[in-house]
């Protein structure tokens, strides 16, 4: 064992020591005699910009627990720089596998160069990397088809539009992150499904960054330059998408009848809101990627071929589904 590894486990097993834990009942010998026979997962999170996020970090965690995996993980707090630093702590950790959620598409090269040099196997999680970044630098991705995710919204709004005597809608668009693979591919999605249907026009799409307080603000300002020549909001998550019906109750105005509204996500605080008729239109994400993590962190760590994508499955919801059996979403 390498003397970082070690300083890494005696660390650890000062923090245990420290906070008196003694998780399996066994003896503290016994605890660090496994701990050191145990995969170590390093794994970047970008921080707690929403429920769904809290839920994902969540689901990674109690899988670690479940598999047996020892965990290090670290919370970015939405800066590229810092989940940078964090992967190069891994490194000199000599963790067995680094997983990472990169904020934003471009700007990995030179940490994953040293992931690479390091022998480090590497599994991006949730969001992808620039393909412009040399493909070989990491080993698979495990996360959404944004893509499809902006395209069942789109087909969301053709079928809505269909049912309604209306012949124009006039579309504002709250972006996720700017540069984040989620905001590019919702966006494309959505709208290569309604290019060319002259029934619907894009009035703006303005970034409000995964928040619920940019979502309100950016909807605020959306609604003072359009008022009600709004006819949908399209939002690219619900955090933001709560954020906006707020701005949008205080102008007066009724979500989910005055305005047509599509998110993406599934948080459970969304979904009541379609039921109650608040929102149309719910596209699945499901952050709930713990265990294909692990499952990957053990393939990986036992030189075993891995896919090269992993997408879960994902479906959506809307107000022409009967939704009284959906079982409780968990986060
Ligand atoms: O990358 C997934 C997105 O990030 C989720 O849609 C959003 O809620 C989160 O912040």
Known sequence: MSKNRLGLLLLAGCLFLLAGCTPSGKKKTEEAADSGNRLLLGFAQIGSESSWRIGNTRSVQEAAGRHGIQLMMSDANQKQENEIRAIRQFIAYQVDVIAFVPIVEEGWENVLYEARNAGIPVILSDRQISDKIDENLYTTYVGAD?????????????????????ETFRIVELLGTPGSTPALQRKQGFHDVIEGDSRFEILESVSGDFLRSKGKESMEMLLEKWGDRIDVLYS?????????????????????????????????????????????????????????????????????????????????????????????RGY
Do not use: W
């Open 236 to 328: 690219h998550n619900d955090g933001m998408t709560l954020g906006a019906i707020d701005a949008i109750e205080k102008a007066g105005l009724r979500p989910g009848k005055d305005i047509v509204i599509i998110t993406v996500d599934g948080e459970q605080a969304a979904v009541d809101l379609l039921k109650e008729g608040k929102i149309n239109c719910v596209v699945e994400c499901t952050p709930m990627l713990g265990d294909l993590i692990m499952d990957l962190t053990k393939k990986l760590a036992a030189g075993e071929e891995v896919p090269r994508v992993i997408h879960p499955d994902e479906t959506m919801f809307t107000e022409y589904d009967d939704l009284s059996e959906l079982p409780p």
């Open 146 to 166: 944004f893509y499809a995710e902006g395209q069942k919204a789109g087909e969301f709004l053709r079928k809505k539009a269909e049912n309604s005597e209306k």
